[in-house]
């Protein structure tokens, strides 16, 4: 099998925006992209919740957790709701927790760290905004890509290269 981000720098070197390597790796999809849709939220995961229980149709949830890694934006339950809605992945500037279960699953998830607290849900944040983390800003509409190998932002879809879906 190869992968996918060293395929897609070549081919777009350009077009492809790489976020810095801060990322750890977890649930079971080591490769995922897909649209990206926002979330803003300070140990508060009442927007993430919220997002990831509706309809995820591909897309790829990026949540700016202000990379605060004492509290977790998102355990099991959270996260088996968005495999069950057809989310492609999320992508935590914060932390994550009930990592075994988690990565027992068919979702490609990649956050800061792994914490065991989870938040007090206060119906706070901000969905589909602008987030500035990991060298680059991201915003809704754009395109992600995750691999083993690290994440890459897109203005436009990239043309898969040839053995990938």
């Not at 300070?42 to 790829?60: I, M």
């Not at 202000?66 to 069950?84: E, K, N, P, V």
């Not at 009930?98 to 938040?119: H, Q, S, Y």
Request: net charge negative; glycine share 10%; with cysteine.
């Amino acid at each position: 099998m190869q992968d996918l981000l060293p395929e897609l720098c070549d081919l777009y070197p350009t077009q492809v925006k790489l976020l810095e390597p801060v990322f750890q790796i977890y649930g079971a999809k080591k490769l995922f992209h897909g649209q990206v849709e926002t979330a803003k939220c300070w140990q508060d995961n009442s927007r993430v919740k919220e997002l990831l229980a509706s309809p995820g149709e591909g897309r790829v949830l990026v949540v700016d957790g202000g990379g605060s890694t004492q509290r977790a934006l998102m355990g099991d339950l959270i996260a088996d709701s968005a495999y069950l809605q057809g989310w492609a992945g999320v992508v935590i500037f914060g932390a994550v927790r009930d990592v075994a279960a988690i990565n027992t699953m068919e979702l490609g998830v990649r956050a800061l760290a792994a914490c065991p607290m989870k938040t007090e849900r206060k119906g706070l944040g901000e969905t589909a905004v602008s987030v500035s983390f990991a060298g680059q800003t991201i915003q809704p509409g754009m395109y992600l890509y995750a691999d083993e190998n690290g994440i890459l932002v897109s203005e436009q879809a990239l043309q898969m290269p040839e053995g990938f879906a």
